[in-house]
């Protein structure tokens, strides 16, 4: 499989505060394995049987294999597909790490509400419904269709002079994103996010998970030139060096992280529960699996990886939890975008592995 268990866990998933190590695991489930060896051969069995050369449909037929599993059933079926975007704004904006100000989140917030973003272009088109999770924007929208109100706060505190959240803000929105899961219909998520200035969370939580220098990882973001990138390097550098002892994945969420990441974690944690399939977009969405990852590795059995980003960071996000992505177009926008270019192509996975006909079937026929 495209993915691997070999990073550590934390067996305490400690905030390091007065609650109990009870209330954590409250916050973080089990989340069992889900691949199973006889399934796989026997939804194999059923592709190398079809009508057509066995393997001529290449990674179509590993990601149909890889479906059947998540769902398990040797015949599997998507079923109302939901894109989650959550949205989030950042302290540490207020330190120059992005070239656009914090207003912006709550602009593009609606413009994907009024269905004129390029994830509401492209979910219309495939029939996907959007969800907008507010998890904690600077300046809220007014309750509409479509929007969910689920804010931890006006926006995360600046990292370079605290925790981005408290322990407590912290399981609250992982405790969000669970509960918003739990809510919705069908058997698949695509995850989505809004934020200015969340490539520097990811990056942060990238640097502290992975073990990789933060020069490393820092890209442009939404258009910083090589002077903003330059002095993003040097803010998130400081930044890692205040919080030193965050190490433990949920201490790096809440010391490092956003209230829309933290949000989409725990939306990953309950769709792997859940059996669900989960398509994740670009280098914020696979901050937030990581973070689910290294608390509960088998959640990366249940996730399709759609694409690598331009932003340089997302390459080796991906390589830290050795997940192939389908795509490589060069995207960098966010949103939830590459998770819905790629959904018609697990559709026809699913179609592929239930609609071929038989070789055997095919040659009855001249029989």
């Known amino acids: 499989m495209p993915f691997s268990m070999a990073f550590p866990v934390s067996l305490s998933m400690s905030l390091h505060d007065s609650s109990s190590s009870s209330q954590s695991e409250a916050v973080v489930p089990f989340i069992p394995p889900v691949l199973d060896a006889d399934r796989a051969a026997a939804i194999q069995a059923r592709l190398d049987a079809q009508a057509r050369p066995p393997g001529s449909l290449g990674r179509l037929e590993s990601l149909a294999v890889q479906i059947g599993q998540i769902l398990r059933t040797e015949s599997p079926r998507l079923q109302e597909p939901t894109v989650l975007l959550c949205a989030g704004d950042h302290g540490l904006v207020a330190q120059g790490v992005s ?13 994907i509400l009024s269905g004129e973003a390029t994830v509401s272009v492209l979910a219309r088109q495939h029939g996907l419904n959007v969800q907008v999770v ?11 269709p479509g929007l969910v109100l689920r804010r931890v706060g006006a926006g995360t505190a600046d990292a370079l002079l605290q925790p981005a959240m408290t322990p407590e803000q912290c399981r609250t929105a992982i405790r969000n994103g669970r509960e918003q899961v739990a809510g919705l219909p069908g058997n698949a998520i695509l995850l989505g996010e809004m934020g200015i200035g969340n490539t520097s969370p990811a990056s942060l939580l990238l640097a502290r998970l992975a073990g990789l220098p933060i020069e490393q990882v820092v890209g442009p973001g939404a258009g910083l030139d090589a002077a903003g990138r330059q002095r993003k390097i040097q803010v998130l550098g400081q ?52 973070v689910a990852a290294r608390l509960q590795p088998a959640v990366l ?36 975008s590459a998770a819905a270019l790629v959904w018609p192509l697990l559709e026809s996975a699913c179609r592929a592995l239930n609609e071929i006909a ?3 079937k095919v040659m009855a026929r001249g029989a």
């Open 134 to 144: 507010d998890c904690g924007v600077i300046d809220p929208l007014p309750e509409q």
């Open 99 to 111: 070239a656009w100000p914090s207003s912006v989140t709550t602009l593009m917030m609606q413009g």
């Open 239 to 290: 930044v890692l060096e205040r919080h030193a002892q965050a190490t433990e994945p949920l201490d790096a969420l809440a010391a490092l992280g956003g209230f829309e990441i933290a949000t989409l974690a725990g939306a990953v944690l309950q769709a792997a529960l859940e059996s669900r399939v989960i398509v994740v977009d670009g280098f914020i969405t696979s901050s937030a699996v990581l």
């Open 358 to 360: 038989p070789l055997e």
């Open 301 to 336: 059995e249940r996730c399709v990886f759609s694409h690598v980003s331009a932003e340089p960071g997302h390459r080796l996000m991906l390589q830290a939890m050795q997940a192939d992505p389908l795509l490589q177009f060069g995207m960098r926008l966010g949103e939830g």
